[in-house]
């Protein structure tokens, strides 16, 4: 879990660096579905996924690389979103979102 | 396909859903401590299968699904028992919930007869069959006719649940060669 932590000096924008705070962005999972199921990010975010479902989801990445525990119904997790990833709760297989991280510095 | 998985129990399965598609066609009236009683027992039917499957199966999709299985129905009866405590109801047993527990009674005989993939298959299948009944008896039948709107509420908060676990069914049985 420690790895995709790190931050990477270079990755910051002008605008980052301006209010020296990592954005957050929330993923809402509620009906099964993770809502919106695609979060567009202008840079690393921190990402804060709440389950509002009366039922256990948890959220994985498909290349395995991050990973909630299982979040009981009311709960959240958040992580720092430094890649675009698919993800799914492997509780739920049909339940699939996706988080593009756009870099404003594309030579990146 | 059918008729080939189900050859030597193709009685007992088609019969384990004739309670619900019958409710579903006839719309009888129930009350809400009978509709609460239909939820509960609809959800401790399948929590039942999960356990056979638990016991029976080594296949990770099947063990991954039937566990989602259990601890999804669970938190639907939490949730359904702690709404008619609040309301003050108490579930009333009543033709459908009986049927439906007569027939998981003969179901789970069917099941715990099967071994190795042929059991695998007959689980599944019956998780499709059983959702697509739940589902329509929910929203045909138990839905429309809760008066409490709380109650109401919960039935179709319960509903994507049930239809994730239909997508869920379908796509393991199909990997399974399971499909009708
Ligand atoms: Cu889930």
Redesign the interface.
């Known amino acids: 879990m420690a790895v995709p932590l790190l931050l990477d000096a270079c990755h910051s924008t002008p605008q980052q660096a301006l209010s020296r705070e990592t954005p957050t962005d929330t993923v809402w999972i509620r009906?099964?579905?993770f809502v919106p199921d695609t979060l567009y990010l202008s840079g690393e975010s921190r990402v804060v996924f709440i389950n509002q479902?009366?039922?256990?989801h948890n959220v994985k990445s498909l290349d395995s690389s991050w990973g909630s525990p299982n979040l009981p119904?009311d709960s959240s997790w958040s992580f720092l979103m430094q890649q675009s990833a698919a993800y799914q709760c492997?509780?739920?297989?049909?339940?699939r979102g996706w988080i593009i991280v756009q870099h404003a510095d594309s030579k990146h | 396909m059918f008729t080939k998985l189900f050859a030597g129990i193709a009685m007992p399965m088609l019969l384990s859903f004739t309670p619900l598609l019958a409710v579903a066609q006839q719309k009888p009236q129930l009350s809400d401590p009978e509709i609460a009683s239909v939820a509960v027992t609809a959800n401790q039917v399948d929590i039942a299968y999960a356990r056979i499957a638990l016991q029976k199966s080594h296949d990770p999709d099947i063990r991954?699904f039937a566990?989602?299985m259990q601890?999804?129905h669970q938190?639907?009866i939490k949730?359904a028992t702690a709404l008619v405590q609040k309301l003050h109801v108490t579930p009333k047993d009543n033709a459908v919930s009986q049927s439906l527990r007569t027939q998981e009674a003969k179901t789970s005989k069917a099941l715990k007869a099967k071994t190795g993939k042929a059991f695998d298959q007959a689980y599944i299948q019956n998780e499709v069959s059983y959702h697509e009944a739940v589902i329509n008896t929910v929203e045909n039948v138990l839905i429309p006719e809760a008066q409490n709107g709380e109650l109401k509420g919960l039935l179709q908060?319960?509903l994507?649940?049930l239809?994730?676990h239909l997508?869920?069914a379908q796509?393991i049985a199909e990997k399974l060669g399971a499909t009708k």
């Open positions: 009906g099964l579905k479902d009366m039922v256990v119904s492997t509780l739920h297989p049909t339940m | 991954n566990q989602t601890r999804d938190s639907v949730q908060q319960v994507p649940v239809k994730e997508q869920h796509a």
